[in-house]
C-alpha cells in the first residue's frame, strides 16, 4: 500500500492535522547514524506505519525544548517493544537523543482500517455516550483500560460525583458501537 506523500513549502511550518492523535513518544536515538526509537502507545503500533508523517512536540516534562515540528520518516519498523525509525530531518544520535520524550502525533485519517466492523480505535471511543437496552444513557466513555485477554470501557456517569462504570468491552455486555450516532449500545443496568 503507498502512502501519499505531502510535501511541506520550504517556506511554511508544517502544521499539525486537526485529527492528530497522539500515537507514541520518542525513547531516544537508535543507532549512530540518527535512527530514533519510539514506544507506540498500542500493542499494535499500526497507526506509526501508516503515516510517512509525524508530528512532533516537546515532552510535557521539557516545557520550552525545541523539536522539529515534523519528522518525514524514511524507513520504519518494530523491535521488540518500540519502533525504530530514520527519519529525514535527523542525521546524527546527537539529535536524535536530544528528542527524547518528544510526543509523535498522527493524523487518524491516515490510521489504516480496522480488519472488521467489530474493530475500533481506542480514540474513536472515547467520548461516546453509553446507552443500555432500555435506552438510559449511564454516561461518557472516559477512556479505555488494557486487561490482556479484553478491554474495559471506563464510563463517566452524567453526575460527576458518581463513581466511574467499567463495563468489560465484550459482545456479551456491548450490543453494537454506532459511531455515527456517537453512542455504544450495552447490556448493562445502572446499579450494576
Known amino acids: 500500500m ?21 500515537v507514541g513518544r520518542i525513547l531516544g536515538a537508535w543507532g549512530v ?9 498500542s500493542s499494535d503500533p499500526q497507526a506509526l506505519f501508516s503515516s510517512k508523517r509525524w508530528f512532533i512536540e516537546p515532552s510535557d ?4 525544548h525545541q523539536v522539529p515540528p515534523l519528522l ?7 523491535q521488540n517493544d518500540a519502533v525504530v525509525a530514520t527519519v529525514q530531518e535527523i542525521s546524527d544520535r546527537d539529535t536524535a537523543q536530544a528528542l527524547a520524550g518528544a510526543r509523535v502525533f498522527v493524523g487518524r485519517s491516515s490510521f489504516p482500517t480496522p480488519d472488521s466492523a ?3 480505535y481506542w480514540v474513536d471511543l472515547i467520548g461516546l455516550a453509553v446507552a443500555n437496552r432500555d435506552a438510559l444513557v449511564l454516561g461518557t466513555v ?15 456517569p452524567a453526575d460527576a460525583d458518581a463513581d466511574e462504570v467499567l463495563i468489560p468491552f465484550v ?22
Request: net charge negative.
Open 2 to 22: 503507498s502512502i501519499p506523500s505531502h510535501p511541506t513549502p520550504a517556506h511554511s511550518e508544517p502544521v499539525k492535522p486537526e485529527d492528530a492523535v497522539e
Open 61 to 64: 516534562a521539557k516545557p520550552g
Open 72 to 78: 518525514r520518516v524514511v524507513r520504519a519498523r518494530e
Open 33 to 41: 547514524q540518527g535512527g530514533i526509537k519510539v514506544k507506540p502507545f
Open 142 to 156: 472516559v477512556g479505555l483500560i488494557e486487561t490482556g485477554p479484553h478491554c474495559v470501557l471506563r464510563i463517566q
Open 171 to 192: 459482545g456479551a455486555y456491548v450490543d453494537r458501537v454506532d459511531l455515527p450516532g456517537r453512542t455504544v449500545h450495552v447490556d448493562w443496568q445502572a446499579d450494576f
Open 118 to 120: 467489530d474493530e475500533f
